[in-house]
């Protein structure tokens, strides 16, 4: 069942190695169009076949190969399905674009919200924080992602029923990507720090985050990590991320670490 407010078009993704197992089969989900989708069925399939074609095989055998170990996809409740077109791929190598599903799927993007969940008796607890996804949750979707972190605030309290019903948004924001690199290149673990202030909101403060970059971010990349560490900062606050654009930077300071990246890049 969809998610309040979640885009209508999903893909479920059958790997045949896995057939029968609990997870041969998972469903991707957020996609805005019947065409996105099907795009990401097709792209999938087509991929697929690429890495079992090796040179001089037979279609024959290239089409056992994919029903034992290929992947096939559908779109839910819209009578498309990538195999369809199977024969057509099999019989005319693709190009990597026309495999490149991974750009085609949902982004996940990032969001922060406040929330005020409240029972049945009109108590209420403080719940919330950073999250990720495809798409803008409705409060009902919100209600649903953090409903179990407010029962565990409404037992912790000693209040009953524990059981949310309701709630208030304070604050509800989607926050910038951090920078993506180039396909292809080898990634390293870069601590940035900045120190800044805001003065119409009149708030100064200090920010650092790690992000995965192939060398010492500088230039773009680097004003994008400072920009998105002081959105954070000023969406916590309650203010809003769109106030990191009128922040000043007073201090800066990158260092590599083995730690992993705060912010996937997935």
Known sequence: MSNPGEP????????????GEPDGEHVVSGFETLEAATSYAIA????SV?????PGIATAELRQLWHLYGEDC?????????????????????????????VLAPRLRRFRASLLISN??????????????????TRDGLLERFGDDAIAAFKAKGIEPAEPTKLMVANYF?????????PGVTLRSWKVEVGFVCHDVKFGGGAAGIFAWPQEPTDWA????QLLLMADM??????????????????????????????PLD
């Open 234 to 263: 000023m969406a916590m606050r309650g203010d809003g991320p769109d106030w990191a654009n009128d922040c000043e930077i007073l201090t800066a300071k990158v260092t590599e670490t083995e730690a992993p990246p705060d912010y």
């Open 74 to 102: 559908s779109v839910l409740n819209a009578g498309v399905r990538g195999s369809d077109l199977l024969d057509d791929f099999i019989a005319t190598p693709s190009m990597p674009a026309e495999c490149n599903w991974q």
């Open 222 to 225: 680097l004003r994008t990590m």
């Open 174 to 182: 989607e926050l910038p990507d951090p920078p993506y690199p180039p």
């Open 8 to 19: 209508p078009f999903a893909v479920l993704v059958f790997d045949m190695a896995k057939t």
């Open 50 to 54: 690429e890495e079992l074609r090796k």
């Open 120 to 137: 049945g008796n009109n108590e209420s607890v403080w719940a919330g924080g950073f999250f990720r996804s495809t798409y803008r949750l």
């Open 44 to 47: 999938r399939v087509r991929a």
